[in-house]
């Protein structure tokens, strides 16, 4: 009689990646913010073309939204040393990149009818593309570092001075004369939007929120698995124990 | 001697001369990084093609260009040949974080000044630009040089020791260098127009002082305390 297979060490404990009430909460949130982006009148200059605005502006907020918590989670690794707040500052970060870049996608989309052009040089589209580069040498430097505590301790002070990119892209619009409208909702007193849009886009900021919230959730948990399996699983030689394997050490400053 | 008897300032000025002492001996940064840099800028033109009233409007964006991009490389040589065991003889000797990046700094500081100064005539010579109020560049490289300088320190010390440091190092320090590039080529352009260029001044001397205190700030942290 052969023994039956063991699951591999740490799986035991690896939980649901996704959950159950969030899926269901972003999905809802999604056909709703849907059916308003589509029902919403058309602008009156730009026509259709505006319902882009229903998917860029949200992508941009949520992207605001991950770098400030990358910056809230980089702090609290440096003052409580949790592991979870890293793997929430990595999550989050990664989810920042992917929004900001649907964020800039979408703004070329846009660009080529409105301006006839898919990219010019304006303030709020280079500091746009600048915060990208910032957050894709953030995951570079957690990448390149093996080291679990190392790579937590130096991604949390990148961490920390990279968000300094993001006043910088919110305010170039007020900054620098630009082709780029500037804020029209987060801005002192009523918002310059029709009423109807508004709505509609709040909507979709809230179904944006919320989908940001069920991937750095399930990035922060694919994660913190990971690293139960690294935990658990003993150190093996890599060609058997005559060849022992270089062995990757970060030295410090 | 020990840090107890040597003031901070007096410790970075010791660090500084010994990076200093070392570049004279092994010259990465003046005698490879800089001819690499005036390459660039001799083989610019040959992508651009030979307009030459176009290459003179070109020639200063293209030097602060070549000096941010390859002023990286310059301030990421150190850690090459720092080893945890100099940085854990300093430690011992009671050298702090803080004294040892702002000891860096400046010797990232002067190799760059000297770098810049060294790429400058190759540029004037290549490209032939208008210098109208060339004296405005001597604060600017001063400001430049102190700018890159912290901020390639501090992306060495981010980088220190890892297997990719010098792609990494200059993609950390490249997009968060842009307001220098910005501030570099603008002193020259509103100098040429007749505008005063204090507001570009302004603006190099707030980055170098927004990259000071932010590097004060990391230094304690990036300390293996394990």
Redesign the interface.
């Known amino acids: 009689m052969t023994a039956p297979p063991t699951a591999s060490p740490g799986a035991a404990s690896i939980g649901p990646v996704f959950g159950r009430r969030l899926p269901i909460a972003a999905g809802v949130a999604g056909v709703v913010g849907l059916i308003a982006a589509m029902v919403s009148p058309p602008d009156f200059v730009q026509g259709e073309l505006v319902r882009l605005m229903y998917i860029h502006v949200p992508a941009a907020w949520t992207a605001y939204l991950s770098f400030a918590v990358t910056l809230g989670a980089s702090i609290g690794w440096l003052w409580r040393r949790r592991p979870g707040l890293d793997r929430m500052a990595a999550a989050s970060a990664e989810v920042g990149v992917f929004f900001t870049g649907l964020a800039i996608a979408l703004g070329s989309i846009w660009g080529k009818p409105t301006w006839g052009v898919w990219w010019t040089w304006d303030a709020r589209l280079v500091t746009t593309a600048l915060l990208f580069f910032v957050y894709l040498g953030y995951l570079a430097l957690r990448r390149a570092i093996p080291d679990p505590l190392v790579r937590a301790r130096r991604s949390a002070v990148f961490g920390v001075a990279a968000f300094a990119q993001v006043p910088l892209v919110h305010f170039s619009v007020l900054w620098w004369r630009t082709l780029h409208q500037p804020p029209t909702v987060l801005r002192p007193g009523d918002p310059s939007i029709d009423h109807t849009m508004l709505a509609a886009l709040l909507l979709n900021l809230v179904a944006f929120t919320l989908l940001w919230a069920l991937l750095v959730r399930a990035r922060a948990r694919i994660a913190a698995a990971q690293d139960r399996i690294d935990e658990a699983e003993p150190t093996r030689p890599l060609a058997g124990d005559a060849v022992s394997a270089p062995r990757l050490e970060a030295s410090d400053v | 001697m020990t840090a107890a008897t040597v003031s901070p300032l007096g410790l970075c000025l010791v660090l500084a001369r010994k990076d200093l002492r070392l570049e004279r001996r092994a010259g990465e940064a003046l005698l490879v990084t800089a001819p690499f840099g005036a390459t660039a800028l001799l083989l610019a033109p040959l992508a651009v093609g030979t307009d030459t009233p176009l290459l003179r409007e070109l020639g200063p964006a293209l030097y602060w260009l070549v000096v941010l991009l390859f002023g990286v490389l310059v301030t990421l040589r150190a850690?090459a040949v720092?080893?945890?065991a100099q940085?854990a003889m300093l430690r011992l000797a009671g050298v702090g974080?803080r004294v040892?990046?702002a000891g860096r700094t400046l010797a990232n500081g002067v190799l760059l000044l000297g770098f810049q100064l060294l790429l400058a005539p190759v540029a004037v010579l290549l490209y032939d630009p208008d210098l109208t109020g060339w004296p405005w560049l001597l604060p600017v490289f001063v400001l430049v040089a102190a700018g890159l300088a912290v901020l390639g320190a501090?992306a060495?010390?981010?980088?220190?020791?890892?297997?990719?440091?010098t792609a990494?190092g200059p993609?950390?320090v490249?997009?968060?260098a842009?307001p220098l590039l910005i501030g570099a080529t603008g002193v020259l352009q509103a100098a040429r127009y007749g505008r005063p260029p204090w507001p570009w001044l302004l603006l190099l001397a707030t980055v170098d002082l927004?990259a000071a205190l932010?590097a004060a700030?990391?230094a304690p942290?990036?300390?293996?305390r394990?």
């Open positions: 850690s720092d080893g945890p940085v974080a040892r990046l501090l060495d010390a981010l980088a220190a020791g890892l297997a990719g440091r990494l993609l950390l490249a997009p968060l842009v927004v932010l700030w990391c942290h990036l300390e293996d394990t």
